[in-house]
């Protein structure tokens, strides 16, 4: 996805409470990863933040919850992710 994609995502999620945008761009990400893998995972819920059922929404609320009151692990994600991201190369 290029940085101005990026931008007008981030952009577009600015009016939503910090644990729903947290949990917005987690879906993001799954929504993102499915169409990069198309021959091997199906894409099970809506694409839109603002189309999940309730069900499904509360799952991705409860799973920031869930990083929130983990601050050890989420920091040791995050630390991962951007060792990965500067061994891959990848711009910020």
């Known amino acids: 996805m290029s940085q101005d994609a990026d931008k007008a995502l981030l952009e577009a999620m600015e009016h939503l409470s910090p644990k729903e945008r947290a949990?917005?761009?987690?879906?993001?990400?799954?929504?993102?990863?499915?169409?990069?893998l198309t021959n091997e995972w199906t894409l099970r819920v809506n694409e839109?933040?603002?189309?999940?059922?309730?069900?499904?929404?509360?799952f991705n609320?409860?799973?920031?919850d869930t990083w929130a009151q983990s601050p050890a692990v989420f920091a040791?994600?995050?630390?991962a992710v951007a060792a990965y991201a500067k061994e891959i190369g990848a711009s910020k």
């Open 23 to 36: 949990a917005a761009l987690g879906h993001w990400i799954y929504v993102l990863t499915a169409h990069r």
């Open 48 to 58: 839109a933040w603002e189309d999940l059922d309730a069900r499904s929404r509360e």
């Open 61 to 64: 609320l409860a799973g920031i």
């Open 76 to 79: 040791a994600w995050t630390e």
